[in-house]
């Protein structure tokens, strides 16, 4: 029975199939230093095997171990077979080891709970199809093939002035390298508001991963572009009337007779006034 959670499940027999296979060969393919692994790369057994996949943060850089993802056995009715958590880079690296060779179905899905305040957490699960392959002579060697594409999780974090805040910059890239770029802001004067001039350097890195797939990861050396406007608010006028009555003994009042000041806090006289008829 599939264990609950899981999103993707082919349930099967865990037994791999054996071509010719002389007894338990353990399994391992090691990334080069300094790079990704290299899937399909053959190797002697007893070296690791990695299967290494990636996460994008929007709303702000990742932290590493922010987030969980948990590797599924397909072959063994969707068991848990290891956790791991992104670096600060967005990798996410399940080392593996295989005895036979065969095919191996997982499946890869983020698990995080619960989400950290404000972040919208990856839905998407991905299947894995591990091949490994008997090459003779103690060797084996293995793929990773992804039916569903290259598993790339992308959480949001929502701004918190509301759902208006984010900005967002889709790039394509079709080649290896590093880009730099600038973001600033392009609003022009008014509407009482005060932009943010700050300029933000941005460096994306692209990375071939060693089998036809290109990678990418985002650096912001001066830390995430945050642009603050304030809002100058600027008062409509209002006018009131000050009113008084003037009362006369013994004689008629005439209009504009009599004056009379207004004064301020400080004893300024401010505005004067004569009676007059009423309105």
Known sequence: MQKPGNPCHAPRSFAPQKINAPGPRPIRIAPRPGKMPLYGAIALRDLPFTLTLWKNAVGAPLEDGEFEFTLYDEDNAGAVVDTARNDANGHIVFPLEFTQDGEYHFAVAETTSPAPEGWVIDGAAYPVVVTVVDEGDGVLSATAAYPNGLPGFVNTLEPENGPCGLIQFPVTFDAPGVYE?????????????????????????????????????????????????????????????????????????GCDMFEFGLFDEEGELIATATNGPSA
């Open 181 to 253: 770029y600038t973001l600033r802001e392009t609003t022009g004067p008014g509407g009482n508001w005060t932009t943010d001039d700050t300029e933000y350097p941005v460096i994306v890195t692209v990375d071939d991963d060693g089998s036809g797939n290109l990678v990418a990861s985002i650096e912001y050396p001066e830390g995430f572009p945050e642009f603050v406007n304030r809002y100058e608010l600027v008062f409509v006028p209002v006018q009131v009337i000050l009113s008084a009555t003037k009362v006369t003994i013994g004689a008629a009042i």
